[in-house]
């Protein structure tokens, strides 16, 4: 039977080169996997995803994806969803029926909560629904797990107000544990 995965992980945890990678490890058997990523997140361009490492790969949009028949899903091994923090409630129950009507796996990668701490709706839907949940892990600066994603400004001052989604990388965001995220402490550097 076919799973939904939730791997979650905090800003800068390599989710987007995991993600190319277990794309690029079902090619290497044969097999073709589904990139896809919401629509909102434009930061690699349109229809393509980007890592920090410096691996890329085309992908379609989420809403290309619903637009699929069944007979142009089944030619592939596996759906592959990057950012999946942004998609909707309802997005996410659209997955659940890929994997149960149509027996095709979905792994999805995201954040689990948002600069303030909070959950993303897509997040929180994928936590409820998930059959399988995976922490990608990575450190804070202090070598504890980072568990939290901590937004800053210009000056490097982490800001605890403001809209849940604004797009930004390295430049905007940092995984921190939760006590020098709390302290909005992002290290000596
Ligand atoms: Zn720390």
């Keep these: 039977m076919a799973k939904l995965y939730f791997r979650y992980g905090v800003m800068g945890s390599s989710k987007t080169a995991n993600a190319l990678m277990v794309r690029y490890n079902y090619e ?37 994806l619903r637009k699929m028949t069944p007979a142009q899903l089944h030619a592939y091994a596996c759906v592959i969803v990057d950012e999946a923090q942004f998609l909707t409630r309802e997005e996410v129950r659209y997955l659940t029926d890929l994997v149960d009507e149509q027996n095709i796996p ?28 995976e922490e990608v892990k990575t450190i804070c600066w202090c070598g504890k797990k980072a568990t939290f994603n901590a937004r800053f400004d ?36």
């Design 28 to 64: 290497e058997r044969g097999q073709e996997a589904l990139l896809v990523k919401p629509e909102l997140d434009q930061r690699d361009g349109a229809r393509f995803v980007a890592s920090r490492a410096g691996l890329t790969h085309p992908c379609i949009y989420f809403t290309d």
């Design 154 to 189: 210009a000056r490097g001052v982490v800001l605890k107000e403001g809209e849940q989604v604004v797009l930004g990388a390295n430049d905007r965001y940092i995984g921190l544990c939760r006590k020098h995220w709390k302290e909005g402490n992002l290290g000596p550097q």
């Design 106 to 133: 979905v792994i999805c990668y995201g954040l689990r909560t948002d600069f303030k701490g909070e959950l993303f709706p897509g997040s929180q839907e994928l936590l409820a629904c998930a059959d399988i949940i």
